[in-house]
């Protein structure tokens, strides 16, 4: 009881309950103001938005170019150096903003000239064509104080953000139908960036400071290869609703696969809150293959049962939950709501938790191997699955990807650990 106790202090001094707890909250409130947007407004404006948002997310796989998880790794591993965390922070975000320059004049220039398939979405990609700039502030300012484990501080603004964003969301929706919804994450972003800024004095950009000198082609190699591996890891995800707009261009059949995507999505933020709060540990731990081995053993096992009995209860409820929640114009959205679920187990306990722990590890060479199979894998199923069975061959086709990854990942990692943890021996 007494080490029990102890191990719980020592979480909340921490901030692993913050980080949790905000994540908690964070769902909370986007899947209520999932339910509510779904609600206000129509199946085909729901529809809209999630094309264009599809296509805008496509084109966020290079935000930044991954610079903000180079500079969170590169600093996590000098943990308490406070002033390397400026340097490196100043110099990601300077680098950061220039490079999402290149990505307005993307989106503009889809939404003005690409041939898309759903008309209405053209307004809407050009009304969030400036948005990367602000969430780049954010994700920077975000990645600042997890290196530096502020993790109450860093709960609190991500709090901040998603009540934003469904409050703002919300009521300009009703106002504004599907445009409404841009105009959220504009006020969300800008107001939490400055709340960085004022109440926790996270500078981003300073005249003051020097660089960070021969450690700039590292961090880069690590900004770019992190980049690559987590947006084709994303890529999985968006490459569904692309190509069911192609194949099928219909409002409501998109609309209809987003809320049956929404609930096994949300989840994601259980393995994702322990990666947040464990990231800048395994990263300082990183040569400690004993430490790092023992510690995944026990979160694996844990996690896997956590996640095995939400998979078994969203499988048995689904038409309850959909109907209750999104009403009975979605019931359409059952069977591949149920794929989802089950698909949750496979990536909440494997995929998402190796994946990032790879990365502590520097094994970006590993990752972008298994990035680079799993899309090749995505887009073959994609492919044909979405050809024979629509929208549940999406699904399907997303359940082949996170189980190959997942066994590439973890087995590869679970390697890893042990040929540190050999070393060590041999060297005592």
Known sequence: MEKAL?????????????????????????????????????KAEYGTFTYAWNIYSIVLIFN??????????????????????????????????????LLVVVLLGIGMFAPLKIDGGRRILCALSLLPVFQLLFNMTSSYLRSQKRNQEYAKLQVINTVLVFVISAVSAYVFREIGMVLGYYVAYISTVLVGFLAYHVRLIRK???????????????????????????????????????????????????????????????????????????????????????????????????????????????????????????????????????????????????????????????NLFVAIISSLTNVVCDYFFIQWWGSIGAALATVMVVFVSSVMSTTYLIYTFRQKARAQNIGA
């Not at 191990?7 to 999932?34: D, Q």
């Not at 610079?67 to 975000?93: M, P």
């Open 6 to 42: 102890s191990k719980v202090k020592t979480l909340f001094k921490t901030g692993f309950f913050h980080i949790f707890g905000s994540s908690v909250i964070n769902k909370i409130i986007a899947f209520m103001s999932s339910v509510v947007l779904v609600r206000i407004l129509s």
């Open 64 to 101: 930044g170019m991954g610079i903000e998880s180079g500079v969170l790794q590169l600093s996590s591993e000098r943990s308490g150096d406070v002033g390397y965390a400026n340097r490196a922070s100043n110099f990601g975000t300077r680098f950061g903003l220039k490079f999402n320059l």
């Open 208 to 366: 003051d400071i020097q660089g960070i000198g021969e450690d700039t082609k590292p961090l880069l190699k690590i900004a770019a290869i992190t980049m690559v591996n987590n947006g084709l890891s994303q890529l999985m995800y968006l490459l569904d609703v692309f190509v069911l707009g192609i194949v099928d261009p219909q409002e409501t059949i998109l609309a209809s696969y987003k809320v049956a995507t929404m609930i096994p999505a949300a989840l994601a933020f259980i393995p994702l809150s322990l990666i947040t709060y464990l990231y800048p540990y395994f990263a300082e731990h990183k040569d400690d293959g004993k430490w790092c081995l023992t510690h995944y053993k026990q979160i694996l096992v844990g996690l896997g049962s956590f996640n095995l009995l939400i998979s078994v209860t969203l499988l048995v409820l689904a038409p309850f939950i959909i109907r209750i929640l999104y009403g009975d114009q979605y019931l359409d959205a059952v069977p591949v709501f149920r794929i989802l679920a089950a698909n949750y187990f496979f990536s909440g306990t494997f995929r998402i938790f190796s994946g990032n722990l790879l990365v502590t590890q520097r094994k970006l060479k590993f």
